[in-house]
């Protein structure tokens, strides 16, 4: 036993079922406890401004295990014995920072100061009040006179009694502002014994809303589909709401919480990511007011702390939690309900760094410990919810009419093959979408475009020699973004001035290939100079409050015609848009990939779902080169059973999800060759045990990123064999590899039912 040397927290800051909740994330996601911690506590988000990091050894024994970021803050910390996050942000040009002070804290190269880990502070605002024996009269008045001459003191008493007269507690700040005066003449007064202080802790995070608006009346539809839920959450834990866009799901959810709240439990809202539901905040403030809190990876320690205490301590400000998949390690003490909204989203999955988590999945889990129930809302269920509600997993309620009655839109599909050979496109517009985008303007209404590529043009091509910029770092093309004149890896950031003439033959026939969001912008601007063309994707949404601008604008009608990648796609609610085009869709539906099928189709029954959400009924064009695809054709006649079916056979014979479980193994190494040696002895390896189960090692199709070489290792094993012993291997395998000296720099990343 060690003697305390200090004492850190007063009271319990875990609760005992997040502990069990972390010990099965770390055991099912085959990760440490310690990376489920670090991921769960908000002193570990996000490094913050205070942060100053040394190094743990000078020398390491293999610097490739550095990517050129790190190994640029490694270098520098051994000239200097610490650095600040500012220098760190000068040295890497502000990108990055944060990951790579992780991956170095993960390295266990360097070490974080622990005395400016960012502590949490309760902000205190400080208040002044007369000292009680001053109460009587008699007393008051004998004051007063006593401070005839001293003018400046009077004063303030008296402006004291005024702004007490309309307000409970009187700020100092605020008397001195009213008295016009400097601090010193209060502090006088509470050096005579006349006031006192007293300290009331307030609010970092702004909770806003209005008071209580009642809740709107559910239409038969919603109704029925809310009193199914109900019935089935009789029996069933979990139950999956299939609700076409625009059914008016968020209204249900809303009584569901509003049920909860009243039991004086607390409900947990995820949504696959925050940064993009401000219309939705909005929403669920407006019912339940400062009840509402946001847990956001953008706020700071001391924000988030104080989201964890209230929530911790069942407070009603934070009774309603809404939060991307992180909220799930909040310390709820009687959790009633939890939502998973666009349960179907892949991006609940983390997937750097490790705890290598399924939101969804893992919220299961936690609302099993609370016994609580969960309810998973989408438009477009995942293959492997909806197959959990056949096999009688969880229960199924399905609202098949959008709200209002109004009708699904109308998809057409364009084929712009024909399209092109009967000289019929005008830059990447089909005459038909340009035939609607007129009639939709022409009428007021709004319209959006969805590509799902960034930048200007994904390639950049020479014509004489037909070479094409090539990142140095990753083995990607440069994509070209036109308003920076700039070639830009997607994959690491790497960018560089356009070339004025091909790197390889030095002629000067540049040409671009392809194209994304920015290409498409420019040639509305040029075939729509009347009206306003706005663009919505990574590269504009950039600052804190960009997005939210840009929906202002769009609600305010200020857009016309909006142009953007997916984030189109997640729940935005526009009255006036009724056309949405989708300018291809045939890079979605040839990536690479097992789930590209199932997302395609969700992705566009989405990004339709933002036509006509009232009366009229909306239009959606669809431009492909080949209409005849199967998913194209499910997705225009609304086919959702039709997809299903057809994929769920598709995954049983190739042996995917839901039948089979799959963990993905990643090798990484500056080295090729060594790389490779080393996926080779990992996949044997396996293999012995495992046989056939075993896939590859096969390269990725991007096999370089960040100057790491990479290729994968796919397990599968069916769904109906446990997984435990699979995961023995697994990390039987792992300890004997670290031991290999010839592969001490290749690292190796394991990820359960990867997506
Ligand atoms: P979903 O989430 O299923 O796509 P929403 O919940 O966004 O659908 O509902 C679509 C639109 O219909 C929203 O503008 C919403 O305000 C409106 N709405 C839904 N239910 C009701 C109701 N019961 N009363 C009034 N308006 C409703
Ligand atoms: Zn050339
Ligand atoms: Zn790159």
């Not at 709240?261 to 990511?273: A, F, S």
């Not at 939890?338 to 991006?347: A, F, K, N, Q």
Request: net charge neutral; aromatic share 8%; charged share 25%.
């Amino acid at each position: 036993t060690k003697p305390i040397d200090q004492i850190l927290d007063e009271t319990l800051v875990i609760t005992n079922i997040q502990f069990k909740h972390w010990e099965w994330i770390a055991s099912y996601y085959l990760c440490t406890l310690g990376e489920v911690i670090r991921a769960a506590l908000p002193s570990a988000f996000l490094l913050e401004s205070e942060t100053i990091i040394s190094l743990t050894k000078k020398e390491v024994d293999d610097e490739s295990i550095f990517s050129d970021d790190e190994f640029l803050v490694f270098e520098a910390l051994q000239h200097q014995s610490s650095l600040h996050i500012n220098d760190i942000r000068s040295i890497l040009d502000k990108k990055n920072v944060v990951k790579v002070i992780q991956s170095l804290l993960e390295k266990g190269v360097i070490e974080v100061q622990e005395e400016v880990y960012d502590q949490y502070t309760p902000k205190m605002k400080r208040y002044v009040k007369l000292v009680s024996s001053y109460a009587e009269e008699e007393k008051l008045k004998e004051l007063l006179d006593s401070l005839t001459r001293a003018p400046k003191q009077r004063e303030v008493l008296m402006n004291l009694f005024v702004l007490s007269s309309k307000e409970k507690n009187v700020g100092t700040i605020q008397l001195q502002k009213k008295s016009n005066t400097t601090a010193s003449v209060i502090k006088t007064l509470l050096d005579k014994g006349i006031l006192e202080e007293y300290y009331i802790q307030k609010d970092r995070v702004v909770y806003e809303g209005a008071d209580g608006e009642a809740i709107k009346e559910l239409s038969k539809a919603q109704e029925k589909a809310y009193s199914e839920i109900k019935t089935a959450f009789n029996e069933q834990d979990v139950v999956l709401l299939h609700g076409v866009t625009s059914s008016g799901k968020t209204e249900i959810y809303v009584r569901l919480i509003d049920e909860i709240l009243k039991t004086g439990k607390q409900v947990l809202y995820m949504l696959p990511e925050i940064a993009l539901t401000t219309q939705l905040i909005t929403r669920l403030q407006y019912y339940f007011a400062d009840k509402v809190a946001v847990y956001h990876s953008k706020y700071s320690v001391n924000e988030r702390v104080e989201v964890w205490n209230n929530v911790l301590q069942n407070k009603p400000k934070a009774q309603i939690v809404i939060g991307a998949r992180s909220s799930l390690f909040l310390p709820f003490s009687d959790l009633g309900l939890i939502l998973v909204d666009e349960e179907h989203e892949t991006s609940f999955k983390q997937y750097n760094p490790s705890p290598r988590y399924h939101g969804r999945d893992a919220a299961l889990v936690l609302a099993n410990l609370h016994n609580a129930k969960t309810l998973l809302g989408s438009a477009t269920p995942s293959l492997e919810s909806y197959y959990n509600t056949e096999n009688g997993k969880y229960g199924l309620v399905t609202l098949k009419e959008r709200y209002g009655k109004v009708l699904m839109p109308e998809i057409e599909l364009v084929d712009i093959k024909e399209a092109h050979r009967k000289k019929k496109m005008k830059g990447h517009f089909s005459e038909r979408l340009l035939e609607e985008i007129n009639e939709a303007i022409k009428n007021k209404e709004q319209v959006i475009l969805f590509q799902n590529r960034r930048g200007f043009s994904p390639v950049v091509e020479c014509t004489t020699c037909g070479v094409s910029p090539q990142c140095p770092n990753c083995d990607v093309s440069l994509t070209y973004h036109q308003y920076r004149k700039e070639m830009r890896c997607h994959y690491c950031g790497y960018h560089t001035q356009m070339l004025a003439a091909c790197f390889a033959c030095g002629s000067e026939t540049l040409d671009t290939k392809g194209f994304g969001t920015e290409q498409i912008e420019t040639e509305l601007k040029t075939l729509f100079p009347n009206h306003v063309v706005a663009r919505m994707d990574q590269d504009t949404t950039k600052g804190k409050h960009a997005y939210g601008k840009l929906i202002e604008r769009l609600e305010n009608e200020e857009i016309s015609i909006l142009v953007g990648t997916q984030m189109l796609a997640k729940g935005l609610d526009f009255r006036k848009v009724s056309l949405v085009g989708v300018m291809n869709a045939d890079n979605l539906l040839n990536f690479p990939d097992f789930r590209a099928h199932e997302r395609s189709f969700q992705l566009l029954q989405q990004v339709s779902g933002r036509a006509g959400r009232t009366k009229k009924r909306g239009k959606v064009l669809i431009q492909t080169y080949n209409p005849y695809h199967q998913i194209l054709q499910q997705v225009s006649t609304n086919d959702f059973e039709g997809m299903y079916k057809q994929q769920l056979e598709d995954r049983y014979q190739f042996k995917y999800p839901p039948f089979y479980r799959t963990i993905r193994i990643t090798c990484r190494d500056r080295n090729y060759d060594k790389m490779r040696k080393a996926a080779t002895w990992f996949a044997s390896a396996l293999q012995l045990k495992l046989g056939e189960n075993v896939l590859g090692p096969e390269a990725p199709p991007v096999g370089r990123v960040r100057n790491l070489f990479i290729t994968n290792i796919l397990i599968k094993i069916p769904k109906k064999q446990s997984i435990s012993g699979t995961k023995t291997v697994i990390e039987k395998v792992s300890r004997s590899f670290a031991v290999i000296k010839d592969f001490s720099s290749v690292k190796i990343t394991i990820d359960i039912d990867n997506y």
